[in-house]
């Protein structure tokens, strides 16, 4: 089946997310034991993961668990945040846009109360792509299925006409089992050349050309063909 969308995720794919220390940072300036933080705070991570709560609801829950005034509620969330959204994967992006207009691409998210918000205003990712969706204002996150055919369903495409590229290895099962052609992340240009392969199979006259970030230059892409790439012989994050 011919492919017609191409759908990614953010979280250490689209955004390249490394640990700041900032759950240690917090630890122990409240004099917290090691992990107590996420402890104490795990029903406002849940909840705030799925939009049950607002972000600023999620603040004021975290000044009122954690015993903490206002600024210091500040401080800790531009922390979380800073660790949250990473850095751009700039050449994933570039290329991810040049797919538009010929596929429509696509977002997906696991994602916490504020994120869209924080993302558009450091990284626009609204004009990167046709459609955003995050599991915080859907009330449903990956691998739950329904987020995959609510995917489908706003794209106007078939599960088989989808390229689902994502870093979670229990999120690829899940989008292959809904017959998606899901491929895991583990390098960017690996990345690239298995959706670049996927789409070749569908349309074996496409080619495309992504300029790097680095050295201004535009070089093609190659990939394994899409059926071998098997998230079961990797590691996943």
């Not at 945040?81 to 997906?108: D, H, K």
């Not at 449903?140 to 609510?150: Q, S």
């Amino acid at each position: 089946m011919t492919i017609r969308a191409v759908v990614i995720d953010i979280g250490g794919v689209l955004e390249i997310t490394r640990p700041t220390g900032w759950v240690e940072k917090w630890e122990a300036r409240l004099h917290l034991n090691p992990g107590e933080l996420d402890e104490r705070l795990m029903d406002v991570w849940r909840t705030g993961s799925l939009g049950t709560i607002s972000q600023e609801e999620v603040e004021k829950r975290i000044g009122k668990i954690m015993g903490m005034d206002q600024g210091q509620v500040a401080a800790l969330m531009a922390d979380l945040w800073e660790e949250y959204l990473g850095e751009l994967n700039v050449e994933l992006a570039a290329y991810f846009a040049s797919l538009r207009p010929r596929y429509q691409t696509a977002i997906l998210s696991n994602s916490f109360a504020g994120a869209r918000g924080k993302e558009q205003e450091r990284y626009h990712f609204a004009e990167l792509c046709d459609l955003l969706i995050y599991s915080h204002e859907e009330g449903i996150a990956k691998p739950e299925r329904r987020i995959f055919e609510l995917t489908c369903e706003r794209l106007g495409v078939q599960p088989a006409e989808v390229v689902f590229l994502d870093d979670v290895e229990a999120n690829i099962a899940a989008a292959r089992e809904f017959g998606m052609q899901a491929i895991l992340f583990r390098e960017t240009q690996e990345a690239m050349g298995a959706i670049q392969a996927c789409l070749q199979a569908s349309s074996p006259a496409v080619t495309y050309a992504v300029r790097s970030p680095s050295s201004g230059e535009e070089n093609a892409l190659e990939g394994e063909d899409c059926g071998s790439i098997d998230s079961s012989s990797r590691a996943g994050s």
